[in-house]
């Protein structure tokens, strides 16, 4: 549980504990966010990321025929806007088919169970709160479901060219770093450090997508039947995009992931500079999203050491210790020593490095 309880925001004890405790269910990374954020951002980011996480495994789903994914996003989509007559319980009926049974249901699966409650703790937050989430999740909900139409006649999502890669991850993770901003410039903020929030807030978002799109190559086309890496950029390397993970491909698909990690590289330096911007304010920490943000500059390394554990499915990801070590150095640091992690960690696992920071 997040610090400072009596900051957080009104909502039903039991509601807001459950949110909490969902997402430390489905993502590790995000739930390390939540954990560094005091309140009541620590419960204004917990039940934005969920609503997000909704649409998100609705789209993910590859039991789900594509138009009745489109159909269900748009449906969930209507239930977001405050100007819209349609119910959440609308939604809640129509995904309830497509929910696995009780007792098998994942993490992810339980959450879009459990929508109105969702729903219910974040109708519960301050007016200004919600209207601050709910354009860019709404904005998140419709770009999904236009992906799915898009590509309804493929069964998944296959990315053609480095321009629509970039326009799905602004859709997946470009309009949470838009969310992430509208809530802490809410009141007074001078002019020139909001532009340069608002102008770096997308390729922080873009920046951990393509990182989460190169380390799960395997994952993404074997369990959702999605390809994310361009098939113009995989045309270049010799793979045809349906064999993207074809052993008789790995050397080059590898190539192909690596190109995608240094096109991840191009956004650190705004990522950095959005969170040498970001105010630390209502339970604000630079330390909820530094630490996602050094943990992808460690998970690039990994990536350009061994892209091809990306498509072979042995995975690409960073130590436990690691991660362990940069949460420990985060709490309680400054942005002056971000250039300095990040540098380290380029090099070389932060667990193992001789330099202390300070």
Known sequence: MSRHADARPPATDDDLDWCHDAVQGVSRTFALTVDVLDEPMASHICIGYLLCRIADTVEDSSSIAPDEQAHLLRLYDRALDPDDDTTVDEFVTAVQPHLPPEGEQSDDWMVVANTARVFRTFEALPEDVREAVTPPVRELVSGMAMFVERYSQTGGLRIQSREELEEYCYYAAGTVGNLITNLVTRGNIDSERRSRLYDTAEEFGLLLQLVNIAKDVHDDYTAENNVYLPADWLADAGVPQEE????????????????????????????QTYLETVPLREGNTLA??????????????????????AVTGEGVKISRQEVFAVVSEMNGASSESLAEMREIISRKPFHRATTNVD
């Open 244 to 271: 993207v993970v074809d052993p008789e491909h790995n050397d080059r698909a590898a190539s192909v992931v690596k190109r995608t990690a240094d096109h991840a590289k191009s956004f650190l330096d705004d990522a």
């Open 288 to 309: 909820a999203w530094a630490i996602p943000f050094l943990l992808a500059v460690g998970t690039l390394r990994e990536l350009v050491a061994n892209p091809e554990h």
